[in-house]
């Protein structure tokens, strides 16, 4: 059973930073495509951040030179530091894996390709 738990958010004045956290259960986080998301109140949600199972990332034209994704397979561990943070940042975020068995890249995925989901974690930036 695939288990993602999100943690670290919380409530920053712009400019400040957080380190959101994501635990994942179940095996081989090593091999797969994980990413970031974020969704504000009345939007869509969207792609922040992706790492690849051989540690590329990619970024949102919005949050690149400020987020930084990182993972750590042995603990089973993906990690989001956000730095510089905005009003605009505000949202909930979400960690994500796709299905068993799908090793594809992350630059090939969209939204609906991920299938494990965690339950989120608030983060809200004021000005």
């Known amino acids: 059973q695939v288990q993602l738990v999100e943690s670290g958010g919380g409530s920053v004045q712009t400019g400040g930073s957080l380190r959101l956290s994501c635990a994942v259960s179940g095996y081989g986080l090593s091999v797969y495509c994980m990413g970031w998301f974020r969704q504000a109140p009345g939007k869509e949600r969207e792609e922040v951040a992706t790492s690849d199972s051989d540690f590329s990332t990619t970024y949102a034209d919005s949050v690149k030179g400020r987020f930084t994704i990182s993972r750590d397979n042995a603990k089973n561990m993906l990690y989001l530091q956000m730095d510089n943070l905005k009003p605009e940042d505000t949202a909930m975020y979400y960690c994500?894996?796709?299905?068993?068995?799908?090793?594809?890249?992350?630059?090939?995925?969209?939204?609906?390709?991920?299938?494990?989901w965690g339950q989120g974690t608030q983060v809200t930036v004021s000005s």
């Open positions: 994500a894996r796709p299905p068993g068995g799908d090793y594809s890249s992350c630059r090939t995925r969209q939204l609906k390709d991920y299938r494990y």
